[in-house]
């Protein structure tokens, strides 16, 4: 759940402001501290929220496997905010929730098709320093799902990784959005406590 960020939350003020918190109240429910610490520099929370938006209207690769690329790279990363964001956006999009919960433990789980499979450790491979894609998985990847799909799914990652990285750094931690739609916790990895 919440902890403190590094750099507190300010207030958020003006029309603009109202309009975001509004915005914010009618997505997730509330308005998250994440938005209060990106407010202390309007630009870059302006161009993060562009960006996002734009993303969101690529089409060329299934929102699911998006969606569980998104998590992959958040699970791996460490971002708490993003995990509970993604798996809320799973239910509120009516993607598939059992798997998306799946998804910190995608390797030990058997619910993922070899494709998911693929588009997971694809992920995970993009995220590492440096990258360890493999010609193998990018060649399964477009046979499977195109050239488009994987160009788009390719900086889907890297954006996710953007977003993930900023909120780690900042210490913008979970908020409990999936708790708050009666969603069961996350699955871990064996060995591994939950965290978000």
Same mark, same amino acid.
């Given at each position: ?8 939350? #300010?207030?958020?003020?003006? %029309?603009?402001?109202? +309009?975001?918190?509004? !915005?914010? =109240? ?18 870059? %929370?302006? !161009?993060?929220?562009?960006?996002? =938006?734009?993303? &969101?209207?690529?089409?060329? *690769? ?11 790279? #958040?699970?791996?990363?460490? *971002?708490? !905010? *993003? ?6 956006? #799973?239910?509120?999009?009516? %993607? ?8 910190? =433990?995608?390797?030990?789980?058997? @619910? ?6 693929? @588009? ?18 990018? /060649?399964?990847? +477009?046979?499977?799902? &195109?050239?488009?799909? +994987? @160009?788009?799914?390719? /900086?889907? @990652? ?9 909120? +780690? ?11 708050? *739609? ?11 406590? /939950?965290?978000?």
């Amino acid at each position: 759940m919440t902890g403190d960020t590094r750099i507190p939350p #300010a207030e958020i003020t003006g %029309l603009y402001g109202a +309009v975001l918190k509004r !915005f914010s =109240r009618k997505m997730l429910g509330r308005v998250p501290d994440g938005l209060g610490v990106l407010w202390h520099h309007r630009q870059v %929370l302006k !161009f993060n929220f562009g960006l996002g =938006r734009r993303a &969101g209207k690529w089409n060329e *690769c299934d929102k699911d496997l998006k969606s569980y690329a998104h998590m992959a790279v #958040a699970s791996l990363i460490g *971002c708490s !905010f *993003c995990l509970d964001l993604g798996y809320f956006q #799973a239910h509120n999009e009516g %993607l598939d929730v059992t798997k998306a919960r799946e998804v910190p =433990r995608w390797r030990e789980s058997d @619910v993922f098709t070899p494709l998911e499979r693929d @588009v997971l450790e694809y992920a995970e491979a993009m995220s590492q320093t440096p990258p360890t894609v493999t010609d193998e998985l990018s /060649a399964r990847l +477009v046979t499977q799902l &195109g050239a488009p799909a +994987v @160009v788009e799914l390719t /900086a889907w @990652v890297a954006l996710t990784n953007q977003f993930a990285r900023v909120n +780690v750094a900042l210490g913008i931690e979970a908020e409990g959005l999936a708790a708050s *739609c009666g969603l069961a916790p996350l699955a871990q990895p064996s060995g591994t406590a /939950a965290h978000a």
